[in-house]
């Protein structure tokens, strides 16, 4: 499928740049080479599958994509949310066991 853009030329001499074209935000971003709908199939199997699973499902279903780009779309996604959210609570074991092992709390 191609996709067909007007271009229209400055005719002002001392602009830099000579040629523009409409920019059609709601389909790609600038200078993307896939459409918003591929972009979302790539993300939601990515991230319910993961890199190297989400490759093979995709290439089964016709959009041959390497684990690096889908990986990439995952972190693309995340950097545009921005930190909207931070960490309040971390989890972290209580106290580590090593085998046979318990801390003095939990024998008594």
Not at 12 to 40: G, I, M, W
Not at 61 to 75: E, F, N, W
Not at 95 to 100: K, L, S
Request: charged share 30%; proline share 5%; aromatic share 4%.
């Amino acid at each position: 499928m191609k996709l067909c853009l007007q271009c229209w030329l400055c005719r002002n001499e001392a602009c830099e740049r000579k040629t523009f074209t409409a920019q059609l935000s709601e389909v790609a971003v600038p200078r993307a080479r896939r459409t918003e709908r591929p972009t979302e199939i790539i993300y939601l199997l990515g991230h319910g599958v993961g890199g190297r699973p989400g490759e093979c499902l995709i290439k089964r279903i016709g959009m041959p994509t390497s684990d690096d780009t889908i990986l990439r779309c995952l972190k693309r996604r995340v950097k545009a949310r921005g930190s909207e959210e931070t960490a309040r609570v971390v989890g972290v074991e209580d106290w580590a066991w090593r085998e046979g092992t318990r801390p003095a709390e939990a024998r008594g």
